[in-house]
């Protein structure tokens, strides 16, 4: 544990940060967990707020070496950040955070969680791929925030598998809006049991089952009425055939059984501190083994692909490429190329047709070490962020 002398908060380092700019030290929270790393952009005030909320703080020598830096290139600028839609998926993490702290201590509107839900589809929208590229490419090791990430990466999925299962843009959202909040009761625990490397206690336990009817008591205090979206939540560990929980119930909503199906598939392809991820395409397997022939899971099997959008490749051709846009029809998706026909990691990278046979897919990335983390723009370039 940092000694407390040797930590600066957050309120006494405004003066060093700016929307839109890299931080030049990284901030932890209150248990000295990782939040953001050096280098990362500061998307926006709803962000440092939430970091204020989480106790956030610098190291010391970090922080004083930065002002002898900064005093001692008086009058140099720093080149202006365009926002781009990176910086919004950033900043919407930060936003979620916020809504959902406000809707925990039953602050929030059911209206300010529809609203964020809004937001989210017209990103969505703007490329469905790089949506799926953002769930799926897990190289964040910033475990404190795993909760607000899984929330947002199963709202992504939960949007995109309602369009490819032809409900309402209504039904979609208020999917969504249940994959946002099934978890609203057991956040911070989420957080520590990403860290631990011991299995949960009992008190983690009990807590972990009672979470669905507690979320939704926290949603009704808030103003939700929507029965689709509060069943969804209420039901979204339990199994056919009573094998889940907290009711055992035999016969569960569709809404529930796409929801659980998101929820498990994004906490299968999720590493933890103590446990690796499973490939992607290894999950979306396991997803058609366990529930063959339901039409609801070939809806999310379709909607991600076999190689989903993050999905790391191994090429006949030699070369390491990740997956970017999913092909319109058939298993072979356009990637993007992180390594030479030795397997030796490049700067330059290449788009390649997986159709092509010359480029076909040998198989998953066994060892992804060399790629632990994969820039978006890198692979997409840069793109504009929605209006």
């Not at 990103?123 to 404190?144: I, K, N, S, T």
């Not at 490429?321 to 319109?328: D, E, G, L, N, T």
Request: glycine fraction near 6%; aromatic fraction near 4%; include cysteine.
């Amino acid at each position: 544990m940092t000694d407390l002398s040797e930590r600066i908060p957050l309120a006494e380092l405004r003066d060093l940060l700016a929307v839109g700019q890299p931080l030049p030290f990284r901030i932890l929270d209150a248990q000295g967990r990782l939040l953001l790393n050096a280098g990362h952009l500061l998307a926006d005030e709803t962000q440092f707020e939430s970091l204020m909320e989480r106790g956030a703080w610098a190291e010391r020598p970090l922080v004083e070496a930065e002002r002898v830096a900064r005093a001692a290139a008086a009058g140099r600028s720093e080149a202006a950040h365009a926002a781009s839609l990176f910086d919004q998926w950033d900043r919407t993490l930060w936003q979620l955070d916020k809504l959902t702290r406000a809707l925990a201590r039953r602050q929030a509107a059911v209206d300010q969680v529809t609203a964020y839900v809004r937001s989210l589809r017209a990103m969505v929208e703007a490329d469905p791929d790089v949506a799926l590229f953002l769930c799926v490419r897990q190289d964040d090791r910033r475990f404190a925030l795993y909760p607000l990430t899984h929330s947002l990466h199963c709202a992504t999925i939960a949007l995109l598998a309602g369009h490819q299962l032809g409900w309402s843009e209504a039904q979609s959202d208020s999917l969504a809006c249940a994959a946002l909040t099934m978890n609203l009761s057991i956040l911070e625990l989420q957080a520590s049991m990403a860290e631990q490397g011991e299995p949960p206690s009992a008190k983690q336990l009990r807590d972990i089952r009672a979470h669905p009817a507690a979320a939704v008591a926290l949603l009704r205090a808030c103003g939700v009425a929507d029965e689709l979206w509060l069943t969804a939540v209420a039901e979204h560990h339990e199994r056919s055939g009573g094998a889940g929980y907290p009711q055992g119930l035999d016969r569960i909503s569709e809404p529930a059984l796409v929801l659980r199906a998101i929820d498990v598939f994004m906490a299968r392809i999720s590493p933890r501190a103590k446990r690796p991820a499973i490939a992607p395409q290894a999950a979306v397997r396991q997803l058609f083994q366990e529930s063959a022939g339901s039409p609801l899971t070939m809806a999310l099997v379709k909607t991600l692909g076999v190689h989903p959008p993050g999905s790391m490749l191994q090429l006949r051709s030699g070369e390491i490429a990740v997956s970017i846009r999913r092909p319109q029809r058939g298993t072979q998706p356009i990637a993007a190329t992180l390594s030479d026909a030795r397997g030796r990691p490049i700067a330059e990278t290449h788009r390649r047709d997986t159709a092509q046979a010359e480029f076909a897919v040998a198989g998953p990335l066994s060892d992804a070490t060399q790629f632990a983390r994969v820039l978006p723009e890198r692979v997409y370039g840069v793109i504009a962020g929605t209006t």
